[in-house]
């Protein structure tokens, strides 16, 4: 197993590295100075030109992303073209709130689709199941800003349930949980109507294997052959659409964030996008593509629990 991560750790160094290519690519060529967005528009073009030297855009790109690279490998991610503060420091005091964020909105995602996704196949083409699939399509059809947004009327403008934005309390407080429900709800149940429908056709397709009909035929109780015999064995497939949960969920914080004026990373993205704070952008996207690679790599190493043929070795 070790060996098997170092192994995954190893090759998704290239993977990175290209990551961080097409980041300054991208920001190379997206239109707005950066300094004369920083100076507005009453600025002098001789005021324009000398921040542009002191923030180096005048040198060829490639000098600067190799520079910028040198920084990235002693954890220096560069200082913010605005304030010049630190980029680390910025992500630093961000990342906690999008981490969770996106650790609630995946067990919300899991706390409805497993049990809705079983539940729909056990009963299949039963009100149950038909009022399942229903829901499951409501939520993937529904854009999490938009379902975000009803959440904000229904239940912080007309019933002032749930506080309308920001974050407040320690983790976990009764404070904390009022903040963090909406957009984790809005995040969240998306990602739950698509793992629903995985969930129930795994589930249908392994119900239908012979030792499933041959453990019923034993005499053994049916919670135990859909949850010791059934479940465990759909699970691979669900595994892998969870996977690529994960990543989705963080991506999709941005929107959320924005909806729900959240202090996490997607809003300081956006925040760094519109003002062309290009240190802040390479940065925040490297550490979500970071995020990404340790999601898979986490799915890849689950398998091994739940399919014993499956070797690292």
Do not use: C
């Not at 750790?9 to 950066?34: D, E, F, H, R």
């Not at 980029?87 to 706390?111: D, G, K, N, Q």
């Amino acid at each position: 197993m070790y060996k098997y991560i170092v192994r995954r750790l190893l090759v998704t160094i290239p993977v990175l590295i290209g990551v961080t290519i097409v980041i300054s690519s991208v920001v190379y060529i997206t239109p707005g100075n950066p300094a004369r967005i920083a100076l507005g528009s009453s600025a002098t073009p001789e005021a324009i030109y000398a921040l542009e030297q002191q923030m180096g855009l005048n040198r060829p790109p490639h000098i600067r992303y190799l520079d910028w690279m040198a920084g990235v490998v002693q954890g220096d991610l560069g200082e913010s073209i605005r304030g010049g503060r630190e980029v680390s420091a910025m992500i630093a005091e961000r990342i906690v709130p999008t981490v969770e964020l996106a650790v609630v909105a995946m067990i919300i995602t899991l706390v409805i689709a497993l049990p809705l996704g079983v539940i729909s196949a056990v009963k299949q083409y039963t009100w149950v199941d038909n009022v399942s699939m229903l829901f499951a399509i409501f939520w993937i059809s529904m854009p999490s800003f938009w379902l975000g947004l009803l959440l904000i009327l229904v239940f912080s403008v007309r019933l002032d349930m749930f506080p309308i934005s920001g974050l407040q309390g320690a983790i976990l407080s009764v404070t904390w949980l009022s903040y963090i429900a909406l957009p984790a709800i809005a995040t969240g149940t998306r990602r739950a109507g698509l793992l629903t429908r995985m969930t129930r056709s795994s589930m249908l397709e392994v119900l239908n294997e012979d030792y499933i009909r041959t453990a019923r035929g034993k005499g053994i109780g049916e919670t135990a052959v859909i949850y010791t015999h059934a479940m465990k064995n759909a699970m691979i497939p669900i595994i892998t659409l969870i996977g690529l949960q994960i990543p989705l969920i963080f991506s999709g914080t941005v929107v959320i964030e924005t909806v729900f004026s959240w202090p996490g990373m997607g809003r300081l993205l956006v925040d760094a996008v519109t003002a062309r704070n290009y240190p802040v952008v390479q940065g925040a996207v490297l550490i979500y593509a970071v995020i990404v690679v340790i999601a898979n790599l986490a799915v890849d190493i689950t398998y091994s629990y739940f399919d014993p043929r499956i070797s690292y070795e």
